[in-house]
């Protein structure tokens, strides 16, 4: 008597994953990308809810457009510090990082639209013997 074993159904192929790390003034964002629907999500929700103002979604998007990824590939990222402004920035480096990952033809395109160069403007530190970081005491002549 042959015994018959069930059949095995093969497991999915695992989910690749690209991954970028962007920085803008003192924020700072991890951004994952895998093929998808084109979904972005920004620490826990979705690009129009977290970033109210157009100017940070399109500036999240630009990466994207760029390179004509828009709707191809789902990202997944965890912004912290600093502003709603800033962390746009730094997720904007993220997908653009993550992107030169996925395809290494992407580096024209990104680098023609500017969006490789990280943005190093700080805020400058406050000196000893001054009130803020260049002004200084206020002159009396009497």
């Known amino acids: 008597m042959s015994e018959q074993r069930p059949i095995e159904a093969e497991a999915p192929a695992p ?3 690209y991954w970028g790390t962007g ?3 003192t924020s700072g964002a991890r951004v994952r990308m895998s093929r998808g629907s084109g979904k972005i ?3 826990g929700r979705e690009l129009d809810i977290f970033f109210k103002e157009d100017k940070d979604r399109s500036q999240v998007r630009a990466p994207l457009s760029a390179t004509k990824t828009l709707g191809l590939y789902d990202c997944v990222a965890t912004a912290e510090g600093g502003g709603i402004t800033g962390q746009a920035g730094a997720v904007s480096l993220g997908i653009s990082r993550a992107l030169l990952k996925i395809d ?3 580096l024209p395109a990104l680098r023609d639209a500017g969006l490789l ?3 190093s403007r700080m805020k400058e530190r406050k000196k000893y013997g001054l009130h803020g ?3 200084g005491t206020q002159f009396s002549k009497r």
Do not use: I
Request: hydrophobic share 10%; charged share 55%; aromatic share 6%.
């Open 41 to 43: 999500t920004v620490n």
């Open 133 to 135: 970081a260049r002004r």
């Open 117 to 119: 160069t990280r943005d």
């Open 15 to 17: 989910k690749e994953y």
């Open 104 to 106: 290494e033809n992407n």
């Open 23 to 25: 920085r803008r003034k």
